[in-house]
């Protein structure tokens, strides 16, 4: 069964802390596409990246970066240099056949001053 | 810009009831989904569509149903309201291309609905 699972509830970090939210995935699926979202407490979800199965090259977005590592089945994603706007609940997601997505429990990210 | 709208932010409503939550899409997206969200167990799918006047059940589909008439727009009913039904709920639409989910969804704000 396709699964995603996100270990981490609940993270807090001072201002400036770099910290990498982790996330782990089960599919029998060769191909398959891999997502991030953000949801700050305004309740819309806000995609991130998306990775497909096939692309394991990192990939860096200002201040955050992604690594794919198939032969663990994670994809993690690393703030550096947090600031207070990134507190959010952020979930990681896999691509089912149809374009349903399969989300993990999601990871509530707190940044204090 | 990518744009779902949802027709309320808040909404209570008393057991029994039956509930319609609205949520139209401005992008031409063929598919669209409905979800909840409640503490500890993520998103859930409820239902999705690929096309109009079609329907698939998700994974909790018991106690809601759908309807999509027109391509932007799609519908979530609570046929009986209860309790257990409080939850945030969100609509999410995507693009079709290719068989493979590869398309990222683009979500509402949310509603976020109490059964009194």
């Known amino acids: 069964a396709q699964k995603v699972t996100q270990a981490q509830t609940e993270i807090s970090v001072v201002e400036k802390e770099d910290v990498t939210l982790d996330c782990v995935y089960e599919?029998?699926?060769?191909?398959?596409?891999l997502f991030w979202y953000k949801q700050p407490p305004s309740g819309e979800l806000v995609f991130l990246i998306r990775?497909?199965?096939?692309?394991?090259q990192n990939e860096i977005s200002g201040r955050y970066s992604w690594n794919f590592q198939k032969s663990t089945s994670s994809f993690n994603f690393t703030i550096t240099a947090s600031q207070v706007v990134d507190s959010a609940v952020y979930f990681c997601?896999?691509?089912?056949?149809?374009?349903?997505?399969?989300f993990g429990q999601g990871t509530e990210l707190s940044v204090k001053p | 810009d990518v744009k779902v709208t949802q027709s309320s932010r808040y909404l209570v409503k008393r057991t029994g009831e039956k509930v319609f939550l609205e949520c139209v899409q401005d992008?031409?997206?063929?598919?669209m989904f409905w979800y909840r969200q409640d503490p500890g167990l993520g998103l859930r799918l409820i239902y999705f569509?690929?096309?109009?006047?079609?329907?698939e059940k998700g994974d909790i589909p018991e106690g809601y149903s759908v309807s999509r008439e027109k391509k932007e727009r799609f519908s979530l009913i609570l046929e009986s309201a209860s309790t257990n039904q409080t939850s945030m709920y969100l609509c999410?639409?995507?693009?079709?291309?290719?068989?493979?989910?590869?398309?990222?969804?683009?979500f509402g704000d949310g509603t976020r609905l109490s059964i009194l």
């Open positions: 599919t029998r699926d060769t191909t398959y596409y």
């Open positions: 999410a639409s995507s693009l079709v291309l290719g068989k493979r989910g590869n398309q990222p969804q683009h």
């Open positions: 990775r497909n199965s096939f692309d394991e």
């Open positions: 569509s690929y096309d109009v006047k079609m329907k």
């Open positions: 997601a896999l691509s089912e056949q149809g374009g349903k997505l399969i």
């Open positions: 992008m031409d997206h063929e598919n």
